[in-house]
């Protein structure tokens, strides 16, 4: 009888990526952290104002249970919400139960979500980087994926950043540069914000001719897919070079100790 062989998750590049990434404790908000480039933020596990790096640890795993077992949102927010208030946090007074509060089922859904959405939208990428593939399907369109409330102008955002119509739908090259421009995160897959709801549609070669969809030969030539090193550990602004990075980013108020990125008080 023969062993068993375990099969390779179908995320098993976005599992990779996540486990790869080192962790990123600060005190920085959201705004504060899109200043560093995306060199370093693609390689960083972090969320706005976290410091805890044991916690910041915790959560990469959970979030990497999402990806990789397929573990549902709910039970991957209870387990969050069990490890952030095993770390001893408690919210600010006055920011109980909003974004700011890091147990607030919002935020955590924000953190779960954004990160395995990340990872996923990674792992998508990286299977495009295929001669063959971006021959049968050179060119994507952004769509809606979930519906929103209140959504954003995509259109508006996609004409503001370079983008061109086609016959009123937002189709470009699979590698050209407008995926980055629209991405808050400056990444050429989803998701592009947060909360976005939006997603993409492959659009094969024929279908692209019969809209005719312009995109160039630079847009259909594979990128490097880079190797990571599994199950990265350690707080990323330890590296000397990383941390030179990161201050050149962030400007004179801001500081590296411990392994934590911080803002000076006095700056605030």
């Known amino acids: 009888m023969g062993i068993p062989i375990k099969m390779a998750s179908k995320w098993s590049t976005a599992v990779k990526k996540l486990r790869s990434q080192r962790v990123l404790p600060s005190n920085l908000s959201s705004a504060e952290l899109s200043r560093i480039r995306v060199s370093i933020r693609r390689k960083a596990f972090f969320s706005a104002r976290?410091?805890?790096?044991?916690?910041?640890?915790?959560?990469?795993?959970?979030?990497?249970?999402v990806v990789d077992r397929g573990e549902p949102g709910a039970n991957a927010i209870g387990k969050l919400r069990a490890a952030v208030e095993a770390s001893g946090y408690r919210a600010v007074p006055g920011e109980e139960g909003t974004i700011k509060d890091l147990t607030s089922s919002h935020r955590l859904k924000l953190i779960a979500?954004?990160?395995a959405g990340m990872a996923r939208g990674y792992g998508e990428w990286a299977k495009k980087q295929d001669v063959d593939k971006l021959r049968r399907y050179p060119v994507q369109q952004l769509v809606r994926k979930l519906p929103r409330v209140e959504p954003r102008d995509w259109p508006a955002r996609w004409r503001t950043m370079g983008g061109t119509m086609a016959q009123g739908d937002m189709i470009a090259g699979v590698n050209n540069?407008?995926?980055?421009?629209?991405?808050?995160?400056?990444?050429?897959?989803?998701?592009?914000?947060?909360?976005?709801?939006?997603?993409l549609r492959m659009i094969g070669a024929k279908e692209a001719e019969k809209r005719k969809v312009r995109f160039s030969s630079l847009d259909m030539s594979p990128?490097?897919?880079?190797?990571?090193d599994d199950d990265a550990e350690g707080e990323l602004p330890r590296d000397e070079s990383i941390r030179e990075a990161?201050?050149?980013?962030?400007?004179p108020d801001f500081y590296v100790r411990g392994g934590k990125v911080k803002r000076y008080a006095s700056a605030n």
């Open 50 to 65: 976290v410091e805890n790096a044991k916690l910041l640890e915790r959560m990469k795993r959970i979030v990497t249970g």
């Open 113 to 115: 979500e954004t990160n």
């Open 177 to 199: 540069p407008i995926w980055a421009r629209i991405s808050r995160f400056g990444l050429p897959y989803p998701p592009f914000d947060f909360n976005s709801g939006m997603g």
């Open 223 to 228: 990128r490097r897919v880079p190797n990571f």
């Open 246 to 251: 990161l201050l050149k980013d962030l400007g």
